[in-house]
């Protein structure tokens, strides 16, 4: 069974750039979560979705992020402009359905953020 | 809110010796309580879980107990091997909520 995949693995840019990172989830997984993990914390979660509706977007700075999840499959997170504090390893993770306490979460490689 | 407090890092170990990681968490109600591990180059994956109290959870040698008393989830693993080096992360799940929260990550060196 393939896992998730997101790409670009590393992406360096400048402040005030923009940026996008693509998630493809493990197949029939209905629920995908975008997590930052800035060095030295643990993952911190940015934005739910369950099929392409957004269950929790409560930490997500809209100011600057968004994310998007067409037709409930594959995912894009952007950013527009970044600072600084954004350079962080942006985690993509999917679940089967989101509805049970159990539920594994299953989490790709990561994209790693550096903004000079 | 809830929380996870993990024992700060990092710990070099020899082959073999035995591991403990502190995990305590602070949360309402009983969350499900989980420790995964992130490998070098490599996405988060759940090593072990626990959904209620005085349950343990094990895998690859590696277990924890859900102590509700002490709020605690401590990772132990008997005899440790090179190919345990990587960084843990103990997490929670709360009631009725699907996001996880993580402490702050252990890592762990095993030298030959």
């Known amino acids: 069974e393939a896992g998730v995949a997101q790409s670009p693995r590393y992406k360096i840019i400048e402040k005030r750039q923009s940026v996008a990172f693509w998630c493809n989830p493990i197949s029939g997984h209905a629920t995908l979560y975008w997590y930052q993990q800035i060095l030295g914390q643990g993952p911190k979660l940015l934005i739910q979705?369950?099929?392409?509706?957004?269950?929790?977007d409560s930490q997500l700075p809209k100011d600057r992020f968004s994310a998007e999840r067409l037709k409930g499959v594959d995912s894009t997170l952007k950013i527009q402009p970044a600072k600084l504090e954004d350079s962080a390893v942006y985690l993509c993770a999917s679940s089967l359905w989101g509805g049970q306490m159990q539920e594994e979460q299953f989490f790709g490689p990561g994209t790693r953020l550096t903004v000079l | 809110g809830n929380s996870v407090t993990q024992m700060e890092g990092p710990v070099t170990l020899s082959e073999e010796a035995f591991l403990t990681i502190n995990c305590t968490y602070t949360a309402t109600g009983y969350p499900s309580l989980f420790w995964y591990v992130q490998y070098p180059g490599e996405g988060l994956q759940l090593l072990l879980k626990?959904?209620?109290?005085?349950d343990k959870g094990s895998n690859k040698g590696f277990e924890a107990t859900y102590r509700k008393e002490t709020t605690s989830f401590h990772l132990e693993k008997g005899s440790v091997q090179v190919s345990d080096s990587a960084v843990y992360f103990c997490?929670?799940?709360?009631?009725?909520?699907?996001?996880?929260?993580f402490g702050t990550g252990t890592r762990l060196t095993i030298i030959p």
């Open positions: 979705f369950q099929n392409n509706g957004v269950v929790d």
């Open positions: 626990a959904t209620k109290a005085d």
């Open positions: 997490a929670l799940l709360a009631f009725g909520n699907e996001k996880l929260t």
